[in-house]
């Protein structure tokens, strides 16, 4: 955000800052976030790069395309378990899954 809009952000009345610090999260708390983001990030990449619809991977995984859906969003209600599996069963490799781990370098 640049800083014009922050500092009317501000003027407003609002509050600027990060996810981290608005919801007062733990070291822990944030790199769980960021893992979890990470893989349903992941899964959706691995899905467009077959071509597949929602409803395809659903198929796939023998689930639903609105359960597709809030994987991909990282709904509160999809465990970390339930990606990886998904990865997996879509064709993801360890490999894949590691590399969309890696710390994410900041833009300076």
């Known amino acids: 955000m640049d800083r014009q809009k922050r500092a009317k952000l501000r003027a407003a009345g609002w509050m600027v800052g990060t996810p981290r610090e608005f919801l007062k999260l733990s070291d822990e708390e944030t790199a769980f976030v960021e893992f979890k983001l990470a893989l349903s990030k992941t899964l959706q990449a691995v899905r467009a790069s077959q071509d597949l619809s929602q409803v395809e991977a659903a198929k796939r995984l023998r689930s639903s395309q609105s359960r597709v859906a809030k994987m991909e969003a990282s709904d509160p209600s999809v465990s970390v378990d339930l990606l990886v599996k998904s990865l997996f069963r879509l064709g993801a490799q360890p490999g894949d899954i590691a590399k969309a781990l ?5 833009a300076a």
Request: proline share 20%.
């Open 102 to 106: 890696r710390p994410r370098r900041k």
